[in-house]
């Protein structure tokens, strides 16, 4: 569309719009009588004025500026017509003060209070001519001024939009995580291909050479129903993923190519269920937010960019122009009447790591199965890296995940024995291969059996039947106490959605047994045992902080400092697990000492399927890392967690 400001044909108009109205008083004395008021001119301005918010006008009488007769419902038509794109706009119409009357001519000054798309205000006055020339009563001059000034016949106010600039979110040192990048998006065009089967095959194995997942199943029917020339398109990687096949792809008979710019994070894989995307807006985003989306906006889908994408969206410009018919009958747009620049969107800080969030993404990354990794800072609680594998899944399971904690839970359970002074970390408890609890059978993995073996040697071996055999002592009070010094089940606010926990009454001897070990109604998230684990490193619990701008408004508030001796214990006995308990594998990691607990969690009854944990820290940094369905925490969480810290040490 050609644009500019003042036309010489605007200026024609105007110019005659202007004679037309220099003769006006001349021209309406041969003017035919129409519809008419007996009232005065105020009272006419008044009926016109509500008979154009109304759309019904038959109560005023109209008469042309140039002499002709005009019927009301034309003039309706007109208005309605001349307001273009404002026409569904709400529109508040006020006379300012009463006529002025100059013999048979009257003139009435009309404010217009127009309420543009996204609750913008435009104002401006207008002047509505009135007449009694040849007529018992007044009658108003119609003519397209009275909508706005510089309006003529066959004009109409267009409404442009200036999408505001996308704020980035920032990691924990203020850089932008999500950045403009270079994308190619892969196609086929129908009319293109020679050999469906062929090229289906050869872009298959292209994917797979950068394994990137494209499901090629529906391709043959999407080619059945599309136009010859239609752009069907299969995946969009980032330029660097492309250049990898672009010879393999590239000389296909069938293959189009689109190339675009896309606000992407450093890796597709980079907290990417935690962050989610960036995309154009869809039919969807029109229909449940039409003020202020509008189409080619980009939009933030899942995770913070849905979050908060009303605060990095920003707020678009609106302009009104004049859109009128050129000689060559095209439309095009004469004088900006009115314009509001666009409001840039507004940063939201992280807490994330750069490094962290890479070590994270590339540890869960190598896990076949679903997996979590939470990482948080000990000394401040800011959350370093959130990772969802194995590609980054697109649910945020590390925050959301409401999965029962299994054997890390005795982390909880030991501090409250501790704490209660129930048992020490040396007095000799028994862990027989069964415990039975009201009829209820409870095992150890593998059928393991230690006899009467120091209370640390059960922790580091986990030993499930010792922790039944001292749910008695804990009680449920001391559960309860445990996992509210530890933060678990809390009310939490770190700006996103997260599941703190919600732990077991132990209302039962049975539910207080299951409950000792992890088991039972106990269910937490990663996040939520990251943070308790980092409460025990820390000797106080403090609630994992993700976003730091714009604070969360309701943050949990710290707990008590934790029994001093009894938490001693529990990182003496975490720091076991990793020397000669069921987390050797961390014992050869570069760095300083490994502190941890592994989990194995049964999770559904009649499952044999199990989740795999491990929960510890290293050195300012604490970590929970869940599989699901990954079996001993030993077997698969733990080689997650010597990736991640064998990465970040280096």
């Avoid at 599309?226 to 752009?231: E, L, R």
């Avoid at 393999?248 to 675009?260: Q, S, W």
């Avoid at 790591?353 to 590339?362: G, H, K, L, M, T």
């Avoid at 010094?485 to 926990?501: H, N, R, S």
Wanted: aromatic letters at 6%.
């Amino acid at each position: 569309m050609r644009r500019f400001r003042h036309s010489a044909r605007g200026r024609d108009l105007r110019q005659r719009r202007t004679a037309a109205v220099a003769a006006t008083v001349l021209l309406l004395a041969g003017a035919a009588a129409g519809c008419s008021s007996s009232n005065g001119p105020d009272d006419t301005l008044a009926d016109f004025l509500t008979g154009w918010r109304s759309g019904n006008l038959d109560k005023v009488g109209f008469v042309r500026a140039d002499g002709g007769t005009i019927k009301a419902p034309d003039v309706v038509d007109q208005l309605q017509a001349l307001a273009g794109d404002l026409a569904r706009s709400p529109l508040v119409l006020s006379a300012q003060g009463d006529p002025k009357v100059t013999g048979d001519i009257a003139t009435g000054a009309v404010k217009l209070d127009w309420t543009l798309p996204g609750g913008t205000p435009w104002s401006y006055q207008s002047t509505v001519r009135m007449t009694k020339q040849d007529s018992d009563g007044w009658r108003v001059v119609w003519e397209p001024a009275i909508v706005q000034s510089e309006l003529t016949t066959g004009d109409r106010l267009a409404l442009r939009r200036v999408p505001a600039k996308r704020a980035s979110i920032l990691d924990g040192a203020g850089q932008p995580i999500v950045t403009p990048q270079q994308v190619v998006t892969i196609g086929v065009s129908p009319e293109k291909i020679k050999d469906l089967a062929a090229l289906t095959a050869d872009l298959q194995q292209a994917f797979d050479k950068i394994e990137v997942d494209v499901d090629l199943k529906d391709l043959k029917a999407r080619v059945g129903k599309a136009d010859p020339g239609a752009f069907l398109d299969l995946v969009t990687l980032r330029r660097p993923d492309y250049n990898k096949i672009r010879d393999d792809v590239r000389p296909l008979d069938g293959t189009v190519f689109r190339e675009e710019e896309r606000q992407l994070a450093p890796t597709r894989e980079f907290a990417r269920a935690l962050l989610g995307t960036v995309d154009l807006a869809t039919k969807d985003d029109l229909v449940a937010s039409p003020d202020t989306v509008a189409a080619g906006d980009l939009v933030g889908h899942g995770g913070l960019q849905q979050r908060y994408d009303s605060v990095l969206r920003g707020v678009a410009g609106t302009s009104v122009v004049i859109a009128r018919k050129s000689p060559d009958d095209n439309t095009v747009e004469d004088a900006q009447l009115f314009s509001t620049p666009p409001q840039p969107g507004t940063a939201v800080k992280t807490t994330l790591n750069a490094s962290a969030q890479r070590a994270a993404d590339a540890a869960v990354g190598a896990e076949p199965k679903p997996s979590a990794l939470v990482a948080v800072r000990i000394s401040d609680g800011n959350v370093l890296a959130v990772a969802n594998g194995p590609d980054g899944g697109g649910v945020n399971t590390a925050f959301t995940a409401q999965v029962p904690p299994g054997s890390t839970w005795k982390v909880a359970s030991a501090l409250g024995l501790l704490t209660k002074k129930a048992v020490t970390a040396d007095e000799p408890v028994d862990c027989p291969k069964t415990a039975t609890v009201d009829g209820r059978e409870f095992r150890n993995a593998a059928g393991e059996v230690l006899g009467k073996v120091p209370f640390h040697t059960d922790f580091a071996k986990s030993c499930n039947t010792a922790f039944v055999g001292l749910a008695p002592k804990l009680g449920a009070d001391g559960l309860a106490s445990s996992a509210a010094q530890l933060g678990v089940g809390a009310q939490w606010d770190i700006g996103v959605e997260a599941f703190p926990g919600k732990v077991s009454t132990g209302a039962t001897p049975t539910e207080l047994a299951a409950a000792a070990f992890g088991q039972g109604t106990t269910v937490v998230s990663p996040l939520a045992m990251a943070g308790a684990t980092a409460a025990v490193a820390r000797g106080q619990f403090r609630q994992p902080r993700l976003i730091t701008d714009p604070a969360p408004t309701h943050p949990a508030a710290d707990g008590p400092a934790l029994d001093a001796t009894a938490v001693r214990a529990v990182r003496d006995m975490m720091r076991e697990v990793v020397t000669s308990g069921t987390g050797t594998g961390l014992r050869n990691v570069s760095g300083k000492p490994v502190f941890g607990k592994t989990g194995t969690a049964e999770f559904a009854d009649g499952q044999k399927d199990t989740h795999a944990w491990f929960v510890g820290w290293q050195g300012d940094i604490a970590f929970a890392v869940m599989v699901e369905k990954g079996g001993a925490g030993a077997e698969a969480a733990v080689p997650i967690v010597n990736r991640f810290l064998t990465t970040l040490n280096r």
